[in-house]
């Protein structure tokens, strides 16, 4: 009797309630990997913002207070414009550095010629690859000005590439940050006056930094905007409502055209196949972070 008993035990399977156990342990597993990727995903974000984007924020603001004038500005006779030292004056083929002819007209930009040039370190992105509306290279180089004045640029990606920083975006692949400066004219929609240019940002890490800067993830509005979006430029679009940061995981995203963020590949996108596979470059954007000087 104690044997046959014995062996009836020996047999047993698991019950529900040992099952439902080791189920509910796999589920928070699971939930915990799942977890565990947001978190560093965010932590690599926050480490772009505090120790890339924000550093060449200091590094502009450092520049200004060493020379009293903005990056690419000349200090004889100051525009307050990035790449002032280029621009002409009163239609003039001389630099406004000269102010040749200057007494003429009113010093204010719209007597400018030759303005909104971007200052970079570099081509990086062609035109139009990461967003519409780019504008034309300076001849002067963000590396050799800030070096020449003896301010200290963040790491970035490497001697030379201080400019430039490498994460990962959402499905896997290699991205590459580029940071340069512009000054916008009077009614441009990413904001008027001298912008910080930020090239190659994925929309989930372009709503991180929004909400970082601005205290809300808006493309339309506060000190941090999209570049080249044609819904936000007409006169109707002024203070309205907001608009997020949409896009899915393509590179070939209609973002630049219209308002939504699906569908054909968009004139001036990066590649032409308008595919959203899982394994695709996730779509690039470029945002414009308004200056204080």
Not at 26 to 52: P, S, T
Not at 186 to 193: D, L
Request: proline share 3%.
């Amino acid at each position: 009797m104690q044997a046959h008993t014995l062996a009836r035990r020996i047999q047993r399977g698991f019950t529900l309630v040992e099952m439902a156990i080791v189920l509910a342990v796999i589920g928070l597993i699971i939930g915990a990997i799942a977890i565990a990727k947001d978190v560093q995903r965010n932590a690599e974000y926050q480490k772009i913002a505090n120790k890339f984007a924000y550093q060449w924020k200091a590094v502009y603001d450092q520049y200004y207070q060493r020379n009293g004038v903005v990056i690419g500005d000349c200090q004889q006779a100051p525009t307050y414009m990035v790449n002032g030292s280029e621009t002409s004056f009163a239609g003039g083929a001389v630099t406004v550095c000269n102010r040749a002819g200057g007494s003429a007209v009113a010093g204010i930009p719209e007597n400018f010629g030759n303005t909104g040039l971007k200052i970079c370190n570099g081509q990086g992105y062609a035109a139009a690859q990461v967003g519409d509306g780019d504008k034309a290279l300076s001849g002067q180089n963000l590396r050799a000005l800030i070096s020449r004045v003896g301010v200290r640029m963040p790491p970035g990606r490497g001697e030379g590439q201080e400019d430039r920083y490498l994460y990962q975006d959402t499905n896997g692949n290699a991205t590459e940050l580029q940071v340069c400066f512009q000054w916008n004219p009077p009614g441009t929609a990413s904001g008027a006056g001298n912008v910080m240019v930020v090239r190659g940002l994925t929309p989930d890490l372009a709503r991180f930094m929004d909400q970082i800067i601005d205290g809300k993830p808006d493309s339309r509005e506060g000190r941090f905007r999209i570049q080249g979006r044609g819904a936000h430029a007409g006169a109707v679009d002024a203070n309205a409502p907001g608009t997020a940061w949409e896009a899915n995981n393509t590179i070939s995203s209609a973002i630049q055209t219209n308002d939504t963020a699906t569908g054909a590949a968009a004139p001036g996108a990066a590649t032409a196949t308008g595919r959203q596979y899982d394994e695709d470059r996730v779509v690039l954007l470029t945002a414009h972070w308004i200056m204080e000087e």
